[in-house]
């Protein structure tokens, strides 16, 4: 989906650390899908799926915390249409609540 608010961009060092983060992340599903072709205990791949549902929550709210203090910096220093970024943001967060 693209967006016509302006764009701030992540630092390399921003990039590096979700990069980091997300590759982890991608590490641990592979891990589970191996636990899957090996029959593991259910219990511990529940388990492994729960830390993987953690691990997507904190790159959720590091992306969230980054837009309010960069993308809305605009709308909250009345240069731009307040309403229209807090709407565009609740959505966001009602979806990832689902």
Not at 12 to 40: C, F
Not at 80 to 94: G, W
Request: with cysteine.
């Amino acid at each position: 989906m693209q967006h016509d608010h302006p764009l701030v961009p992540r630092s390399p060092e921003e990039q590096e650390a979700l990069n980091k983060r997300l590759k982890r992340i991608e590490g641990q599903v592979r891990g589970i899908a191996n636990m899957v072709a090996e029959d593991r205990y259910c219990i511990d791949i529940l388990t492994q799926t729960a830390s993987i549902q953690a691990a997507l929550r904190q790159v959720e709210l590091q992306v969230i915390e980054r837009h309010v203090k960069m993308c809305m910096h605009d709308a909250a220093t009345g240069q731009k249409d307040t309403d229209l970024y807090v709407d565009e943001l609740m959505s966001v967060i009602a979806r990832l609540k689902k």
